[in-house]
């Protein structure tokens, strides 16, 4: 059974950091890619940042700066270190797992984590 489980949100005041973690179980983790994702009410779900399996990044330009995505295949597990954080990082984030050369209709998900920045 395939597993994302998020942690780590929670409500911070502006200027503040929060480290999201998401713990794999059932896939091979250290082939996927894997990124974190973020929908805020009334908007889209976006890309936040992502890491390859060879550890190569790619982040919004929102968070560019600020954000910082690793990956420990170790452990099976993905993490989102956010810095300097702002109202508008207000959302669920979400993790997400991508095995190469699946559709993107088979990616997997996490039940998601609330992050509030207060201003």
């Known amino acids: 059974q395939v597993q994302l489980v998020e942690s780590g949100g929670g409500l911070v005041q502006a200027g503040g950091s929060l480290r999201l973690s998401c713990a794999a179980s059932g896939i091979f983790f250290s082939i996927n890619a894997m990124g974190w994702y973020r929908q805020a009410p009334g908007k889209q779900r976006e890309l936040v940042a992502s890491i390859t399996s060879g550890g190569s990044t790619n982040y919004a330009d929102s968070v560019k700066g600020r954000f910082t995505i690793s990956r420990d295949n170790a452990k099976n597990t993905v993490y989102l270190q956010m810095n300097s954080l702002k109202a508008e990082d207000t959302a669920v984030y979400y993790c997400?797992?991508?095995?190469?050369?699946?559709?993107?209709?088979?990616?997997?998900w996490g039940q998601g984590t609330q992050v509030t920045v207060s201003s």
């Open positions: 997400n797992a991508h095995e190469p050369g699946w559709d993107r209709r088979r990616d997997r």
